[in-house]
């Protein structure tokens, strides 16, 4: 890719590609910022120094459906300016820690459809002050993750999205003060949710699904007011098994 200074957008989905190589971009001579699409590969690794050159041109990065199981440290220290990264489907089993610190930009973060367990490294999202949606459905994510101090490190989040996971527990208890922008949290097909907390300052949110709910209750400092408007508690057995404490 020589000299495509004008160049805003480049497609290369449903090809073989199984690597980034090293300055891959670095004859591009960009002026303007553009978005890459790597959809439907064969990516397993990418090199050191892969974006180099485009590191404040590329905007939006999408990765879904490649092969991408362990996510290094070094993938994306270099994009600086992005601010969509999509690592959608690509059976991602662990995140090194610090892997997305200098992403500052970052506004969305989709990570849905992989293999993570337990997100136990909490400085894995260091880094992003600016990050307003983060997508984590259609992993295996447990009860042993903390979910609070990782929260802490997100203080523009507005929308949260764990369902189909196995999340426990989604109470904040010291970490509050967490995410305060926090509005959106679906927590939707958690089949062993069996208590979560409202907090004030949620607008919406889903639970539908979470037939094991048996505690859903109001944080003690917005018994008076809350902000909530949607509340989806489909197919949960309200019924027979669930004390709503509002």
Request: charged letters at 15%; glycine letters at 4%; aromatic letters at 10%.
């Amino acid at each position: 890719f020589c000299n495509l200074t004008s160049l805003t957008s480049l497609d290369l989905t449903g090809n073989s590609l199984k690597a980034l190589p090293a300055f891959l971009f670095q004859y591009i001579n960009l002026q303007t910022t553009f978005t890459l699409r790597l959809v439907l590969n064969d990516i397993e690794e990418v090199e050191p120094f892969a974006f180099s050159a485009a590191d404040l041109s590329l905007t939006s990065l999408n990765l879904a459906n490649n092969r991408l199981n362990f996510i290094k440290s070094y993938y994306f220290s270099r994009l600086i300016g992005i601010s969509v990264l999509s690592l959608k489907s690509n059976g991602i089993l662990s995140i090194q820690s610090r892997s997305f610190v200098v992403l500052a930009w970052l506004i969305e973060l989709d990570l849905s459809d992989n293999c993570l367990f337990h997100i136990q490294d909490t400085h894995i999202f260091s880094g992003l002050y600016s990050l307003r949606t983060l997508l984590l459905s259609d992993n295996v994510i447990g009860g042993g993750s903390l979910i609070g101090p990782l929260l802490l490190l997100l203080p523009s989040l507005i929308s949260l999205n764990m369902s189909n996971n196995r999340i426990e527990r989604f109470v904040l208890d010291d970490y509050r003060v967490a995410a305060p922008q926090l509005e959106l949290v679906d927590l939707s097909a958690n089949p062993l949710l069996k208590e979560f907390r409202l907090e004030e300052r949620f607008v919406y949110v889903n639970l539908n699904g979470n037939r094991m709910l048996k505690k859903f209750t109001i944080a003690s400092s917005s018994r008076q007011y809350t902000k909530l408007r949607y509340l989806y508690l489909g197919n949960t057995q309200i019924f027979s098994t669930l004390k709503l404490n509002l």
